[in-house]
């Protein structure tokens, strides 16, 4: 599977909107992304996937760029609780294989 | 609402004893996976199972048995717990073709003395 580069820690004002970025140079044709976060000492949390067009979820948007080597998670209206540590993978699908998580984006929503 | 549950969320055991970890999803899915989380080295995949009386070991099932009687419930053994089995025990379910798709239970801190 495909490996992805993610900034270690962003910061974002409480309602403004938190943006992302992700990149997976070497995705294949067939690698979905997924965006998961795990809030302190919970269990992680799926947020989105999307193959080549944009996604849109209760949670989330997922922005994928046409040549699909990088993408953007989007949370519109960033709160206090969405503080917690996204992580971006890639994976064809198919096979109950684990996840594997990289070391992710620290988001901090500040008041 | 998708939901997973998790019998106990913190857990003290002495060394030696057999430990019960109890996991039931109301989804209806598939799959359901049992992971270990410890700090800097991620999670890492115990044992998983894609049907009823099915499963697979994943990276790391030494010291560790399954049980799935029925669809909703995926139950995690410690044979004989040991100290080094001191973790975060994190349940997962996810739908039939769509494995990465996973919703996790609130997870068991267990320790063992």
């Known amino acids: 599977d495909a490996k992805t580069t993610q900034p270690t820690s962003m910061d974002c004002a409480e309602g403004r909107a938190a943006n992302l970025p992700c990149n997976h140079s070497?995705?294949?044709?067939?690698?979905?992304v997924y965006w998961y976060r795990q809030i302190h000492s919970q269990g992680p949390q799926y947020i989105i996937h999307?193959?080549?067009n944009n996604e849109t979820n209760e949670m989330a948007s997922l922005i994928i760029t046409e040549d699909r080597k990088s993408s953007t998670l989007i949370l519109p209206h960033a709160t206090l609780r969405d503080t917690a540590v996204y992580y971006c993978?890639?994976?064809?699908?198919?096979?109950?294989?684990?996840?594997?998580f990289g070391k992710g984006t620290h988001l901090i929503i500040q008041p | 609402d998708v939901k997973v549950t998790q019998s106990s969320r913190y857990l003290v055991k002495r060394t030696g004893e057999k430990v019960f970890l109890e996991c039931v999803q109301d989804?209806?899915?598939?799959?359901m996976f049992w992971y270990r989380q410890d700090p800097g080295l991620g999670l890492r995949l115990i044992y998983f199972?894609?049907?009823?009386?099915?499963?697979e070991k994943g990276d790391i099932p030494e010291g560790y048995s399954v049980s799935r009687e029925k669809k909703e419930r995926f139950s995690l053994i410690l044979e004989s717990a040991s100290t080094n089995q001191t973790s975060m025990y994190l349940c997962?379910?996810?739908?039939?073709?769509?494995?990465?798709?996973?919703?996790f239970g609130p997870g068991t801190r267990l320790t063992v003395t």
């Open positions: 999307g193959l080549k």
């Open positions: 199972s894609y049907d009823v009386k099915m499963k």
């Open positions: 070497t995705i294949s044709g067939n690698e979905y």
């Open positions: 989804m209806d899915h598939e799959n």
């Open positions: 997962a379910s996810s739908p039939h073709g769509l494995t990465y798709e996973q919703y």
């Open positions: 993978i890639v994976y064809s699908g198919g096979g109950a294989d684990g996840l594997t």
